[in-house]
T-cell receptor
Framework: GENVEQHPSTLSVQEGDSAVIKCTYS??????FPWYKQELGKRPQLIID?????GEKKDQRIAVTLNKTAKHFSLHITETQPEDSAVYFC?????????????FGAGTRLAVHP | DTGVSQDPRHKITKRGQNVTFRCDPI?????LYWYRQTLGQGPEFLTY????????KSRLLSDRFSAERPKGSFSTLEIQRTEQGDSAMYLC????????????FGPGTRLTVT
């Protein structure tokens, strides 16, 4: 079946450093790639997304890049702050089965140390 | 709060019992999804509704699981004869039919089967 692989599974950085999380996907038809942030005990929250017609998108301290040829996309967080600590999930849409749904990576636990 | 809501937030049940969860999507969102999330993993797709029609079900959705969205608004997910392996967070997400692929998640129902 379709899958999304995410690395690393854990990431520890010092406040102010940058953090990069990488994902690869298998479905060639995927054209939408969201990133979600999930704090402990809370719902996944959409923080940024990118569609296949662009290669990069930025929103303040976060940016996402997409390489469709390599089926690879990444989340970049600059000037990290302790409140960025959470689990981050990448996802890609898939039409297998006939309808649009999201396939998620296994998540990256980011810890930002003051 | 105009976001996706779910009820109950927590459910503890004994093996063999039936449970039912409810999801209220964002008003006027035609698309409704159910996902299951186990500890340390990303959400996994279970089923998809467009208005009142259940259009896709994952292979993860065994015969003990049934979902409905009778009037195209709220949805219910029922698990019959619960098993310990059903213990997980059950997440609901909604999305508008037109205008984008973004999915907005509810807070989830955490099910513990003892």
């Amino acid at each position: 079946g379709e899958n999304v692989e995410q690395h690393p599974s854990t990431l520890s950085v010092q406040e102010g450093d940058s953090a990069v999380i990488k994902c690869t996907y298998s479905d060639s038809a995927s054209n939408y790639f969201p990133w979600y942030k999930q704090e402990l005990g809370k719902r996944p929250q959409l923080i940024i997304d990118i569609r296949s017609n662009v290669g990069e998108k930025k929103d303040q301290r976060i940016a996402v890049t997409l390489n469709k040829t390599a089926k690879h996309f990444s989340l970049h967080i600059t000037e990290t702050q302790p409140e960025d600590s959470a689990v981050y999930f990448c996802a890609a849409n898939s039409f297998s089965g006939g309808y649009n749904k999201l396939i998620f990576g296994a998540g990256t636990r980011l810890a930002v140390h003051p | 709060d105009t976001g996706v809501s779910q009820d109950p937030r927590h459910k503890i049940t004994k093996r063999g019992q039936n449970v039912t969860f409810r999801c209220d999507p964002i008003s006027e969102h035609n698309r409704l999804y159910w996902y299951r999330q186990t500890l340390g993993q990303g959400p996994e797709f279970l089923t998809y509704f467009q208005n009142e029609a259940q259009l896709e079900k994952s292979r993860l959705l065994s015969d003990r699981f049934s979902a409905e969205r009778p009037k195209g608004s709220f949805s219910t997910l029922e698990i019959q004869r619960t098993e310990q392996g059903d213990s997980a967070m059950y997440l609901c997400a909604s999305s508008p039919l037109a205008g984008g692929d973004e999915q907005y998640f509810g807070p989830g129902t955490r099910l513990t089967v003892t």
